[in-house]
């Protein structure tokens, strides 16, 4: 879905949009499969192994899910950053993550946060996964329509996070 057309609309989609312009694709595997359904559309999906880095931020409530896709990305030379708590919780558990601040964080310096670095195409590939009780709303939505207006490839789902790892490490 382009939400670059979109000025201001959250780029999350709802179920009442995701099954909207569905892509068929054939692979000897889902994964190869969704992999070409990534390449069909306007997601530039990140070279593994080449260092591109990578930005995860993840409510709580989700966390237990990001954690193996966060560590397979990890394992495949992709650099994390992210929002603290996230980084937090992925260093406590082995997987390398340095710290971004939020976008409206005054806390650190502004070329440091999570926007300026997708503004400034520093990350290839944004992971936001949200859940209804999130905290930080208004940033988590900054991320989202940041990636999307900067052409940064975007996830927001837990399930096509976890896919898209276990796709990038299939077929390396």
């Known amino acids: 879905f382009s939400f670059a057309r979109l000025r201001g609309a959250d780029p999350a989609l709802g179920v009442e949009m995701s099954s909207t312009g569905e892509v068929a694709c054939f692979g000897r595997d ?7 359904a990534l390449l069909s559309t306007t997601m530039k999906v990140p070279t593994a192994g080449s260092g591109d880095t990578v930005l995860v931020s993840f409510a709580a409530p989700l966390a237990h899910r990001a954690l193996g896709p ?3 990305l990890h394992d ?3 650099d994390l950053v ?3 708590a996230t980084a937090s919780y992925l260093r406590g558990r082995g997987v390398p993550c340095k710290t971004v601040a939020f976008p409206t964080d005054d806390s650190m310096v502004e070329d ?3 926007t300026a670095l997708l503004r400034d195409k520093k990350i290839k590939l944004a992971v936001n996964l949200h859940a209804p009780e999130s905290k930080r709303l208004e940033d988590n939505y900054m991320i989202r329509r940041t990636a999307a207006d900067f052409g940064i490839a975007l996830v927001t789902n837990p399930q096509v996070f976890e896919l898209l790892a276990a796709a990038l490490t299939r077929h390396k």
């Not at 889902?30 to 070409?36: C, D, H, M, R, T």
């Open 82 to 84: 992210g929002t603290e």
């Open 112 to 114: 440091a946060t999570a």
């Open 30 to 36: 889902k994964e190869e499969a969704f992999l070409k």
């Open 76 to 78: 495949l030379g992709y």
């Open 70 to 72: 966060a560590f397979q």
